[in-house]
């Protein structure tokens, strides 16, 4: 909804204190608002600069062609500001899962985003990337962007956010502030009940018995 690809049936959206409606995925773009979905959106056989800035690529002779040398430089600018350790000329069906994502978080900054919706992003990642991913995000909130990380990680929670909102059954439950709450809270709040720290589900031992013969 915040991202234009659906039009809400209720309730309000505001941006800087002032109430917006937003029409679709390009006035959302305006509005400075990006989206990094859980399934990436690439061109795989495209360079890290062609993906990036698809569509907005720089012209050469009247506007027949596209200037490459222009493209990789925007690109590398930009590259650059990440601190990310990528090429412009790279092919993105090369890189790495990590990588893309850079990608798609670079893709989203190219167009001036002050918010970036990011989508379950570690789901693929190994510990590593995941650090990579988080100190890309610290330094995204250090230069004012704000960044709606949505995860059901909840390890993750105290390590880059400053409040937490959940969301149970498609309904707005409750927002807190991450260093006044604790996870146990935050599961409650997620199913509904109170649940106990130490609560953990029945693991049987196994058995000589067999259960399944395929002949």
Excluded at 76 to 93: A, C, F, M, W
Excluded at 137 to 166: A, F, P, Q, W
Excluded at 186 to 199: N, P, T, Y
């Amino acid at each position: 909804v915040l991202s234009g690809i659906y039009k809400r049936d209720e309730g309000i959206i505001k941006l800087n204190n002032q109430e917006i409606n937003v029409e679709g995925p390009l006035q959302a773009q305006k509005l400075g608002i990006a989206i990094i979905h859980q399934e990436m959106n690439l061109m795989p056989h495209l360079t890290v600069a062609q993906n990036i800035l698809i569509g907005r690529e720089p012209r050469k002779w009247f506007g027949i062609a596209c200037d490459d040398k222009e493209l990789n430089r925007l690109a590398k600018i930009l590259l650059d500001e990440l601190n990310l350790s990528l090429e412009p000329t790279q092919v993105v069906g090369n890189l790495t899962v990590a990588k893309q994502q850079m990608v798609e978080i670079a893709k989203a900054l190219s167009y001036d985003s002050k918010i970036i919706i990011m989508d379950e992003p570690t789901s693929s990642l190994t510990p590593a990337e995941t650090d990579a991913l988080f100190k890309i995000i610290r330094s995204l909130k250090e230069s004012g962007k704000g960044v709606v990380y949505i995860s059901h990680r909840l390890e993750e929670l105290s390590k880059i956010t400053d409040r937490i909102t959940v969301i149970r059954d498609g309904e707005y439950v409750k927002t807190l502030t991450t260093t006044e709450t604790s996870i146990p809270e935050v599961i409650s709040l997620m199913v509904g009940r109170k649940v106990d720290q130490d609560q953990r589900p029945e693991v049987r031992p196994l058995s000589n018995e067999v259960v399944l013969k395929v002949v």
